[in-house]
C-alpha cells in the first residue's frame, strides 16, 4: 500500500500547546506509512528547524501581515502539487487560510485547536469548521466545546495529548540575575492576558514577604509582557522577575526550575502543564476543564480557581516548604506523562483516523 501524503498547516510553529503536538506527531508519524509535510503560514522559528533536523518537510510562506496575499498563493500551490490525502489545519486562522483559498477540496480536511476553553467562535469560523470532514480534539473537555457547536461524534476523534520525557541529563539553565541558591518558580508560553502571568506576579509578591531566595522566571513573549513588567516593578520586585523571551528548548529551564505555574484564566496551558510533568516538576495550575485532565489534584501538582492569587501563593507555598512532596508530586507527574500522554499513543489514534479508521 502506498504511503499517504498528510499536509499539516499551521499559521505559526512559535511556542504553544498545538505547536508542540504538531511537532511531536509529525515528526513521530511512521514513515514506511506516511510522507509527511508541514506548511507554516507565518515565519522561521527554532522549531522549524528542529522538525528538518528530524527529515520533516516544511514549508515556510513567511506571511507578516494580515493582507499579505503571496502566502496565501504559496499555500495554495503547495496543495495543488503536493495532493495530498489528509490535510491536517490547527487552529482558526490556519483554517480560515485552508478554506478561503479554496485548498480545503482534499479526500480528507481535518482540524485540531480551533476552539478553546472561553473562546467565542464567531459565524464565519463556525461556518468554516463545517467545511471541514473531521475534527481532531486534543481532550474530552475540547470535544464537548465541539459538540457544543453542533460537530456531530461521527465526525469527532478524541486523543489525549502528547509530551516526550526528556533525559536525565540535561543541564539546569545558567539564568542571569538568578543565584545558583535561589528557588525558581517558572511560568512557561505566551505572555497574553489570558495567560494570568499578571496574576502570577501578583501572587509571587506574596511570596517574597516569606521567602528571600524565591525568584520568578517567566519564559515566553507576547502582547501582554510589557504591562505585567511594568507592573512588577511598580510593586517593587522587578529585580526579581526575569523575562527570558521565547524559548525553543525548555528542558534546561524545567530543570533549573522546582515548581511550574499555570495561572490561565481560561484556554491554553495544556503544553506547559505536560513539559513540567515529564520533567518531574510539580504543577501548580488554574481549575479549567482541559488542565483538570492533565493535572491531578494534590498528587501531581495542585488546581486553583482561575484569577484566585492568594490561592495561587498559598499552593506554592505549600511545595516549598515541602521538598519530599515536590518531589513525590513530581515523579507521579513524570510517570502520568509516561501512562497515559505518550507520543506513540497519539501517533496510532491519528495514524488510524488518516488512515481512514
Excluded at 73 to 99: F, I, Q
Excluded at 220 to 249: K, M, N, W, Y
Amino acid at each position: 500500500m502506498p504511503a499517504r501524503t498528510i499536509l499539516f498547516v499551521i499559521s505559526s510553529l512559535k511556542y504553544s500547546g498545538a505547536a508542540r503536538q504538531l511537532c511531536l506527531l509529525s515528526a513521530s508519524l511512521p514513515r514506511d506509512s506516511f510522507r509527511v509535510c508541514v506548511a507554516v503560514l507565518g515565519a522561521e522559528t527554532p522549531w522549524v528547524a528542529s522538525l528538518r533536523g528530524a527529515g520533516v518537510e516544511v514549508a515556510v510562506l513567511g506571511w507578516r501581515r494580515p493582507f499579505d496575499v503571496l502566502p496565501f498563493v504559496a499555500l495554495r500551490r503547495l496543495v495543488r502539487s503536493m495532493r495530498p490525502d489528509v490535510l491536517h489545519v490547527w487552529g482558526a486562522t490556519a483554517l480560515r487560510a485552508v478554506v478561503l483559498t479554496g485548498s480545503h477540496r482534499v479526500n480528507q480536511l481535518l482540524v485540531s485547536a480551533v476552539l478553546s476553553f472561553g473562546q467565542r467562535m464567531d459565524r464565519l469560523d463556525r461556518w468554516l469548521l463545517s467545511r471541514a470532514g473531521g475534527v481532531i480534539a486534543l481532550s474530552a473537555a475540547e470535544a464537548e466545546r465541539y459538540r457544543r457547536l453542533g460537530v456531530a461524534d461521527s465526525r469527532l476523534t478524541v486523543v489525549s495529548p502528547a509530551m516526550s520525557i526528556p533525559t536525565d541529563n540535561v543541564k539546569p539553565a545558567d539564568l542571569p540575575g538568578v543565584a545558583a541558591n535561589d528557588r525558581v518558580l517558572l511560568g512557561l508560553g505566551p505572555i497574553e492576558p489570558y495567560k494570568g502571568f499578571r496574576e502570577a506576579v501578583w501572587a509571587f509578591d506574596i511570596l517574597r514577604h516569606l521567602y528571600d531566595d524565591v525568584q520568578l522566571v517567566l519564559a515566553g513573549s507576547g502582547t501582554d509582557r510589557p504591562r505585567v513588567e511594568q507592573f512588577a516593578r511598580q510593586i517593587g520586585i522587578g529585580q526579581h522577575v526575569h523575562f527570558l523571551g521565547p524559548c525553543a528548548d525548555t528542558a534546561p529551564l524545567l530543570h533549573r526550575a522546582e515548581i511550574v505555574l499555570v495561572p490561565s484564566l481560561r484556554g491554553g496551558g495544556v503544553c506547559a502543564a505536560l513539559e513540567a510533568m515529564a520533567a518531574g516538576r510539580p504543577v501548580v495550575a488554574s481549575r479549567l476543564p482541559d488542565l483538570a485532565e492533565i493535572v491531578v489534584d494534590g498528587e501531581t501538582g495542585f488546581l486553583v480557581e482561575p484569577g484566585n492569587k492568594a490561592a495561587l501563593a498559598r499552593q506554592t507555598r505549600f511545595l516549598l516548604d515541602d521538598s519530599p512532596r515536590r518531589q513525590r508530586m513530581g515523579e507521579s507527574g513524570r510517570q502520568r506523562v509516561r501512562a497515559h500522554f505518550s507520543a506513540g499513543g497519539l501517533v496510532e489514534a491519528c495514524a488510524r483516523r488518516y488512515a481512514g479508521g
